[in-house]
């Protein structure tokens, strides 16, 4: 059951990181604290602060608000804009049971929630999904920005997904992914569940495990620069525009060549995992040998994602199905590999 989460804020337009963060987790309701109240309070499972609590006014008001759900022993944690002694009293009288800076880095505030919501450590899955696709939000909005991309967030997430991959249960990757809102992320954590228990089917060491994650987390990084617009248009592309959704390959690979943090393997797999066997791909119609085993893996992983991804727009291709379109493609694709993937993602 998805964790409802009430964030509650004075300034929602910079708290939107935050709820897209929270969301992971589950729905987020946000509460404006300078708005009235709209209906009851939800069934949340987390409340989050983030509110300036050196505000008497404010302080009061959101005692106010959150005064029913406190009575029924939910959890609060406080983000304080500075650490003053004065501001921890404040959170602690309106009841905080966790207080953390409100500039923490993602992956330490994600590690609290966790704590708060699984005492007991439990959900490992849900724990490393989150871990991964708040680092693809890092790494996607760096990309769309122009930014360097944040290593240690590619690193993070890679991490998790190998160990969500350890648990070999690709199903329930996949069942949190499906409920991920955003196409783009969608599919690129889609790719990497499967790209890394792919890579763990093979029984690669660790430090392959990780290239091959890394190259799928990252092949389709070059999409953060093409228009939304002509990204989330649900009707057919135009010749132009599909031009354009085509530079995606070499955008990413030059992208990451500049920036020179990652390994040749990875950045061979942003430019060429729409490359096929028999020279029919792009953008450099590669043929055979040109292509490199990790990459032939992404391509396969990337197929059989995209034709099992649901959408508003189309119902998800059946796994039996899907896998007998890559096996339809004959000498564009690896045959030793796609064999080797049948097992993970078919049983039986
Ligand atoms: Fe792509
Ligand atoms: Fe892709």
Not at 243 to 256: F, K, S
Request: charged share 25%; hydrophobic share 45%; proline share 6%.
């Amino acid at each position: 059951m998805p964790i409802a989460v009430l964030l509650i804020t004075d300034r929602p337009e910079q708290s939107v990181k935050l709820e897209r963060l929270l969301s992971l987790w589950g729905p987020c309701d946000v509460v404006d604290l300078h708005r009235p109240v709209q209906g009851g309070p939800a069934p949340n499972r987390l409340l989050v602060s983030d509110v300036d609590l050196s505000d008497r006014i404010a302080v009061e008001a959101v005692r106010d608000r959150l005064a029913e759900h406190r009575r029924k022993g939910m959890p609060l944690l406080c983000l304080l804009r500075d650490q003053s002694a004065r501001l921890t009293t404040q959170a602690n009288a309106i009841g905080a049971s966790a207080i953390l800076p409100a500039d923490l880095p993602t992956k330490a505030l994600l590690d609290e929630i966790g704590r708060i919501l699984n005492p007991g450590g439990a959900m490992p899955m849900q724990r490393q999904f989150v871990a991964a696709s708040a680092a693809m939000a890092d790494l996607l909005t760096a990309a769309s920005e122009g930014g360097s991309l944040p290593v240690a967030a590619l690193e993070g997430s890679v991490e998790a997904i190998n160990r969500a991959a350890d648990d070999r249960d690709l199903g329930a990757w996949l069942d949190m992914v499906w409920n991920h809102d955003d196409a783009t992320y969608q599919h690129c954590l889609l790719v990497a569940g499967l790209a890394a228990a792919f890579a763990h089917a093979l029984g690669f060491p660790e430090s392959a495990r990780k290239l091959v994650t890394s190259a799928a987390v990252l092949h389709d990084i070059g999409k953060a620069r093409v228009p939304l617009a002509i990204l989330h248009k649900r009707g057919k592309l135009t010749v132009e525009e599909f031009a354009i959704v085509r530079e995606h390959p070499q955008t990413g690979y030059e992208m990451l060549l500049r920036q020179g943090a990652f390994a040749r393997e990875v950045v061979e797999a942003t430019r060429s995992h729409h490359e096929y066997l028999d020279g029919s791909g792009y953008p450099q119609g590669l043929k055979a040998n040109e292509i490199p085993d990790i990459v032939r893996m992404i391509t396969i992983c990337d197929i059989y994602a995209a034709l099992i991804e649901r959408r508003s727009y189309k119902e998800p291709m059946a796994p039996e199905e899907a896998y007998s379109v890559l096996v339809a493609m004959g000498p564009k694709l690896d045959a030793d590999l796609l064999r080797a993937f049948r097992p993970v993602v078919l049983s039986g």
